[in-house]
């Protein structure tokens, strides 16, 4: 399996339901976890500072660094899920993301903390099993080669 078929594959889903059902799960996901979170946890933003803070107990070396990773895998992983572009590679960087924030970030949190990390993480992972389906951009890239 080449690194093509790993950044751009995604039309395993069968029926037009199910490509739509794909389309619906990506937009949604995609377009909140950009745009509610991640937008906010890219600097200047005072989330950001919060966030970088927060790290310093856990990454004391890099809390800068990994306060900038978590806030683009959001921005950055959303709008390449929503789009259906990278799919896979994005819901990877945004399973891990979130399995950070869930497990360890938010470790002492209760759970209500934790839920939007946790649905996050589980409709990530389905993402990055199924792809993009048949409605996203990995598709025209791998039509063209």
Request: aromatic fraction near 12%.
């Amino acid at each position: 399996m080449g690194m093509k078929s790993v950044l751009f594959s995604g039309s395993e889903v069968s029926g037009f339901s199910g490509n739509v059902g794909v389309l619906a799960l990506r937009l949604f996901v995609g377009v909140s976890l950009a745009f509610s979170h991640g937008i906010g946890k890219v600097p200047p933003s005072q989330e950001f500072i919060a966030m970088t803070g927060g790290l310093t107990t856990m990454f004391a070396l890099y809390p800068v660094l990994f306060a900038w990773m978590s806030g683009l895998a959001e921005l950055v992983g959303g709008v390449c899920i929503a789009l259906g572009l990278c799919t896979r590679m994005a819901a990877l960087f945004v399973s891990i993301n979130m399995a950070v924030a869930g497990f360890i970030f938010h470790a002492d949190d209760p759970f209500q903390k934790k839920e939007f990390a946790f649905l996050y993480l589980a409709s990530a992972v389905c993402i990055m099993l199924i792809g993009c389906g048949k409605f996203g951009f990995d598709n025209l890239v791998k039509k063209r080669s």
